[in-house]
């Protein structure tokens, strides 16, 4: 059965050592893997842990001019 929930998490490199490796890892080897983690990574490469339930985009590519438009509100 698939789910009806999806996590959404980011966080840039200093975010990314401090906690976000870590919540990729247990979101990865404990959370159903019906439930998928869609992580926005944001001015740093790609993490390169790979589950089958986490997918990877480029904050910068797919949020920041809109970003930046919402900031300037």
Known sequence: ???NFEVV???H???YHKYGRT???TFGKYWPKDIKLTVYFENMDEPKLYFDNVEYKDF???VGQRYEKFKEL
Do not use: D, L
């Open 1 to 3: 059965m698939e789910s």
């Open 9 to 11: 998490t980011t966080f």
């Open 13 to 15: 490199e200093e975010g």
């Open 23 to 25: 919540m990729i890892e």
């Open 60 to 62: 910068n590519f797919h």
